[in-house]
């Protein structure tokens, strides 16, 4: 069983940054991805970025010239650096954890951004 927690979220003013790490209880290469997803009330959970066993990333058309999604792997850590947020970007963030077995299987329990305007 892996665990994920993540840290970092916030109230940030539109045009600031923010970063969000999610630590994991093992090491992140036992994963065949990590990402961060995020979620509005009354809507759909949704990928912002992931990044896979290999290195390779992968980002939503929203995020993609404006976060950066990064890995140590010495501190088992994911991180996602969010820049020039915008009041649409307020949600939940939650780190994934992808199996083997092509499931997101694991999932941290939720960090709040929230951009005002």
């Known amino acids: 069983q892996v665990q994920l927690v993540e840290s970092g979220g916030g109230l940030v003013q539109a045009g600031g940054s923010l970063r969000l790490s999610c630590a994991a209880s093992t090491s992140i290469l036992s994963l065949n991805a990590m990402g961060w997803y995020r979620r509005v009330p009354g809507r759909q959970r949704e990928l912002v970025a992931i990044?896979?066993?290999?290195?390779?990333?992968t980002y939503a058309d929203f995020s993609k010239d404006r976060f950066t999604i990064s890995r140590d792997i010495g501190k088992r850590t994911v991180n996602l650096q969010m820049n020039s947020l915008k009041p649409e970007d307020t949600a939940v963030y939650s780190c994934?954890?992808?199996?083997?077995?092509?499931?997101?299987?694991?999932w941290g329990q939720g960090t709040q951004v929230t951009v005002s305007s």
């Open positions: 990044i896979t066993y290999g290195g390779s990333t």
């Open positions: 994934g954890g992808r199996s083997w077995s092509g499931s997101w299987a694991y």
